[in-house]
């Protein structure tokens, strides 16, 4: 993949979305330059690796600059752009943008893409010396400081969506906010595109994600149970009649799972863990970034613009009728 080619299909694909959004009042602030082209200007800072200092350096001294990576004649200033990057409209832009990528890549990649869906949450790690901003929590491997990176996404990594928060955050505080960005971005791709399986791991297992689930995707969880009764002790029998009652959902979740067909398919998992990977590479690692950019606002908007770099890879490889998988790392120069 040519770095030119990657910026292309970027350029065009928020064309697209500011031509769709043209006239939808969320995203008008009043300014001169709309929120599209300070978008525009920061997917380009995260592609090229470099900071708004930098990139702002070049332009004054490097002439053609503009004219050779396709940027517009008049730019927004440099006061202007770190003001408006911390807005609002700016992040409600960014999950459009989003949106609006998984949705092309869900339409590329066929109707099969969409079969199972794979939520998880991954640790970002920090330093408590340096960081005023993170919090203390646990996952399945211990104890850390910083924050977690909550995904969605297809069987073969498309993302559906996305979110960031403190470490202290369970994930019965996010999966609805997962699932319904997953909603979002299914009923755009289109009304055929169908979930059959939500799959997640011990951590979700709990009555919300089931019922989550089936309300939001009309699919069923498939999620390893943290607890494991056994039939033959004492009160058995009363514990299940009641969880039937108190938690259909998780009852009748935790029966499919008992299927070895169910779990052979749960082997599927281990698909977003390479989305991890992709997007906890350097650009993205929180003890080696200024201490100005260490916080849950600014994090997620540097996660957001690394999700969407990551889908127009994925939008260039179906094109290109090669593997959607094929994508070794999230291309910044």
Same mark, same amino acid.
């Given at each position: 993949?040519?770095?030119?080619?990657?910026?292309?299909?970027?350029?065009?694909?928020?064309?697209?979305?500011?031509?769709?959004?043209?006239?939808?009042?969320?995203?008008?602030?009043?300014?001169?330059? =709309?929120?599209?082209?300070?978008?525009?200007?920061?997917?380009?800072?995260?592609?090229?690796?470099?900071?708004?200092?930098?990139?702002?350096?070049?332009?004054?001294?490097?002439?053609?600059?503009?004219?050779?990576?396709?940027?517009?004649?008049?730019?927004? =200033?440099?006061?202007?752009?770190?003001?408006?990057?911390?807005?609002?409209?700016?992040?409600?832009?960014?999950?459009?943008?989003?949106?609006?990528?998984?949705?092309?890549?869900?339409?590329?990649?066929?109707?099969?893409?969409?079969?199972?869906?794979?939520?998880?949450?991954?640790?970002?790690? *920090?330093?408590?010396?340096?960081?005023?901003?993170?919090?203390?929590?646990?996952?399945?491997?211990?104890?850390?400081?910083?924050?977690?990176?909550?995904?969605?996404?297809?069987?073969?990594?498309?993302?559906?969506?996305?979110?960031?928060?403190?470490?202290?955050?369970?994930?019965?505080?996010?999966?609805?906010?997962?699932?319904?960005?997953?909603?979002?971005?299914?009923?755009?791709?289109?009304? *055929?595109?169908?979930?059959?399986?939500?799959?997640?791991?011990?951590?979700?297992?709990?009555?919300?994600?089931?019922?989550?689930?089936?309300?939001?995707?009309?699919?069923?969880?498939?999620?390893?149970?943290?607890?494991?009764?056994?039939?033959?002790?004492?009160?058995?029998?009363?514990?299940?009649?009641?969880?039937?009652?108190?938690?259909?959902?998780?009852?009748?979740?935790?029966?499919?799972?008992?299927?070895?067909?169910?779990?052979?398919?749960?082997?599927?998992?281990?698909?977003?863990?390479?989305?991890?990977?992709?997007?906890?590479?350097?650009?993205?690692?929180?003890?080696?970034?200024?201490?100005?950019?260490?916080?849950?606002?600014?994090?997620?908007?540097?996660?957001?613009?690394?999700?969407?770099?990551?889908?127009?890879?994925?939008?260039?490889?179906?094109?290109?009728?090669?593997?959607?998988?094929?994508?070794?790392?999230?291309?910044?120069?």
């Amino acid at each position: 993949m040519k770095p030119s080619g990657l910026w292309s299909m970027v350029s065009t694909q928020l064309a697209r979305v500011a031509s769709v959004c043209r006239r939808d009042p969320h995203f008008s602030e009043g300014y001169r330059y =709309s929120v599209w082209h300070v978008v525009r200007v920061f997917l380009f800072l995260l592609w090229k690796g470099v900071s708004s200092n930098v990139f702002y350096d070049q332009l004054s001294h490097e002439p053609g600059f503009r004219r050779r990576w396709g940027l517009s004649t008049r730019l927004i =200033s440099h006061a202007q752009f770190k003001k408006r990057r911390g807005s609002p409209v700016f992040m409600r832009a960014l999950f459009e943008l989003l949106r609006h990528s998984g949705a092309r890549a869900l339409r590329l990649a066929g109707l099969l893409e969409s079969r199972v869906v794979i939520m998880d949450l991954t640790r970002l790690p *920090s330093n408590w010396r340096r960081d005023s901003y993170g919090a203390w929590g646990v996952d399945s491997k211990g104890s850390f400081f910083g924050y977690k990176l909550g995904l969605i996404t297809s069987e073969h990594g498309v993302i559906l969506g996305l979110t960031l928060m403190k470490a202290n955050w369970t994930e019965f505080r996010v999966n609805r906010r997962l699932l319904r960005m997953a909603k979002e971005t299914l009923q755009l791709a289109g009304e *055929s595109f169908e979930v059959d399986v939500l799959l997640c791991d011990a951590g979700f297992d709990g009555e919300s994600t089931y019922r989550g689930a089936w309300e939001e995707l009309g699919a069923w969880a498939l999620c390893p149970p943290r607890r494991r009764r056994n039939p033959r002790a004492k009160w058995a029998r009363h514990c299940l009649s009641h969880a039937r009652c108190r938690t259909p959902y998780r009852y009748a979740s935790q029966l499919l799972w008992q299927a070895p067909a169910m779990r052979k398919l749960f082997r599927k998992r281990v698909g977003i863990e390479r989305v991890n990977g992709q997007l906890k590479d350097d650009p993205l690692r929180i003890d080696q970034m200024p201490r100005r950019r260490q916080t849950v606002w600014g994090l997620l908007a540097l996660a957001l613009g690394k999700a969407i770099l990551y889908n127009t890879c994925l939008i260039i490889n179906a094109q290109h009728a090669t593997s959607i998988r094929r994508v070794k790392h999230v291309w910044v120069a």
